[in-house]
Every structure is written in structure tokens, then in C-alpha cells.
């Protein structure tokens, strides 16, 4: 009869999850998900009127304790010698194969979506050295439009100063397991030069043979640029509150006990002169600090190195000639640009 099972087997019975009593002569359309009953029906009928319909697909069926389970199709009509035409099926559970690749999709998936959305730049090379993945935070760092411009390239087409020397040397580093930290110059592709932190590790396959290289690269441009200026302002420290402590000390070598009182009053002005100019110059630099969060701001430069000549000539009778200087040049400052005049 159209629909009813007439023969299974036992992987068929594992599969549905019935006793071969509770199959045989029932309609298989009892044991489909609804998701499946209607495409199952109608490639039923159309294959046993004989037209031309696919003949694997997938399906779902629902177990006897209400769970779905994937199943591959493979079906046929076949006549017999009664004259009858028959549907012959063989199914087999994909279940754990459709949950295995959906896990990997979603693995894959968390994976871009980290790599593509991290901050720092990332490329993968292999053996050879060359770049087979570059993610677009290093298209950005280097100057690039999409990985596509990196991909193919060598490693040393990005690495300053490299050469295969360097190559052959890290991928022996990797190949036994080693994981470093080091920095480097990046190559930007307007020549240029791009400071950054490369954190590199050895790339493996299933079997846990070395296939390339992975590293993270961070751009410390900003670190650098911070450094220059700590750099900066430590040597005007050393170099200016040296010489002030030099004014100081030779005031203090004019204090002797039987000094007459003008010496004495010159030795004082030393000493007082070199430890306010001390005072001032870590004002300077405390106050060119806390500006890098200001605003800039439109300031006359006129009026500016006006009142600073004017406040150098009550501190230190000098008069600075500003005859020449424009009084309609505007600049865009923080509160610091009095100190660098």
C-alpha cells in the first residue's frame, strides 16, 4: 500500500528508535518532522508515477522519545515482479556531523569576527615566510586597502631590516616552540616607518606539526612619541637645574664666616636666584604637562611674549627689543606656549 514500510532493517530501527514491530506497516509518514512531511510526500508520489526528482536529500525524522534527528536520503523506485512499484531508501544519521560542522561554522565565525575586530594588527605566515592572512587592523597600521595587497607578499616586505637570515632564524625559533616579544620597525607603504610591539608564536596543524608563524602586532607609536618627550624634558631638568645648582653652590662658596656684608648679600642672590629658577623650570614642565589635555585655543603671540618679556624684566632687569614682531599673528596653543617663549 501507497506510503506503508514493508521492510527495515536493524540500523533502520536504531535510527527511528522503534522496534521493527512498531514500523513495519505503519506510514512513514508518522516518523517525519513536519519540517520534512511535505517534500518527503511529494517526491514519494512523483517518483512512483515516474518523474524525474532528486533522489538525495536531506531530511528530519523524530525518534519515539520526541528527539530530531538529521538524516541523508538516498531513494529509488524500483518495480517488482508483481508488477507494483516500490520505494527503496537508505538513510543515515548526519546528526553529529551537521552538529560537528555547526560548531566549526560558529568556531570559525567567533574567530573572524576576533580577528577582524581586534585592535592590533595580526598576520599569519608560513614556512617560507609568507603572508597567508593579514587582518584589516594591520591594513590600517601599514597603509593598506585590504589584506589582499599583503597576502603573497614576504614577511620582510613589512619587517624593516630583515632579511631570509632573520626568517630562517625565527622559524627555527617557532618550529621549537618558542614564543617572544620583541620590537620592530614596520614598513608603511608609503615607505614610511611605523614603530610597533610584535608578539609572535608558532602556528600548528591537527597533528601539532609546525606550519608558520602567528604574531600580534601593536602599534606604540603614541609610547615612543611619550618617551621622546620624558627623554626631552629629563635633559632640560638635568641640564638647566644643573646649571642653577652650579649658581648655587658658588654662592655658597662666597659665605664664608669673616665675608664682608656685600659679599654676603651676593652669595644670598646666587643661592635665591638659582633655586627660584629651579622653581620655575619644574613649573614649566609641570604646566607643559597638564596642557596636553587642553583645548587649543587662538592666542596673539604679540601679547603673549609681551607680557613674559615684561615679567623677564622684573625678574632680571633685561629688556628684550620686540619692535619687529607682527601684533597680528595668531596662533592656535594651550596654556603652555607662554613657557616656550
Known amino acids: 500500500d501507497a506510503y506503508k514500510l514493508e521492510y527495515v532493517n536493524d540500523k533502520v530501527c536504531d535510527i527511528i528508535g522503534r522496534r521493527r514491530s512498531e514500523i513495519l506497516g505503519h506510514d512513514f509518514r508518522e516518523f517525519l518532522h513536519a519540517d520534512s512531511l511535505d517534500i518527503v510526500a511529494e517526491r514519494y508520489k512523483k517518483r512512483r508515477q515516474g518523474e524525474d526528482v532528486p533522489s538525495a536529500y536531506e531530511i528530519k525524522i523524530v525518534r519515539k522519545d520526541g528527539e530530531v534527528r538529521n538524516i541523508r536520503m538516498n531513494a529509488g523506485a524500483i518495480q517488482g515482479g508483481d508488477g507494483r512499484v516500490r520505494t527503496v531508501a537508505q538513510l543515515l544519521d548526519i546528526t553529529d556531523e551537521k552538529a560537528g560542522a555547526l560548531a566549526l561554522e560558529e568556531s570559525e565565525y567567533r574567530y573572524r569576527n576576533l580577528v577582524e575586530n581586534m585592535d592590533s594588527g595580526l598576520s599569519v605566515d608560513n614556512i617560507e615566510g609568507i603572508i597567508t592572512l593579514a587582518n584589516d587592523a594591520l591594513c590600517r597600521m601599514l597603509g593598506y586597502d585590504s589584506p589582499d595587497e599583503l597576502i603573497g607578499q614576504k614577511i620582510t616586505t613589512v619587517l624593516h631590516g630583515w632579511t631570509q637570515n632573520h626568517v630562517n632564524e625565527k622559524v627555527r625559533d617557532r618550529k621549537a616552540g618558542k614564543i617572544e616579544q620583541y620590537e620592530a620597525q ?156
Open 186 to 341: 614596520l614598513i608603511h607603504k608609503s615607505g614610511g616607518m611605523v614603530p610597533a610591539m610584535v608578539t609572535a608564536s608558532p602556528l600548528l596543524d591537527h597533528n601539532d606539526e609546525y606550519i608558520g608563524s602567528m604574531a600580534v602586532f601593536t602599534n606604540i607609536s603614541e609610547l615612543k612619541k611619550t618617551e621622546a618627550e620624558v627623554h626631552f624634558l629629563l635633559d632640560l631638568l638635568l641640564h638647566d637645574i644643573g646649571n642653577q645648582l652650579q649658581l648655587i653652590l658658588a654662592g655658597g662658596d662666597f659665605l664664608e664666616r669673616n665675608a664682608p656684608p656685600d659679599q654676603i648679600v651676593r652669595s644670598k642672590r646666587y643661592i635665591m636666584d638659582g633655586a627660584l629658577r629651579c622653581m620655575e623650570l619644574i613649573q614649566k614642565v609641570r604646566r607643559a604637562e597638564e596642557s596636553k589635555s587642553e583645548p587649543l585655543s587662538p592666542n596673539l603671540l604679540s601679547l603673549v611674549a609681551r607680557a613674559e618679556t615684561e615679567l623677564l624684566f622684573k625678574q632680571r632687569g633685561v629688556r628684550v627689543d620686540l619692535s619687529g614682531l607682527d601684533d597680528n599673528i595668531t596662533v592656535y596653543a594651550d596654556q603652555a606656549l607662554s613657557q616656550q617663549l
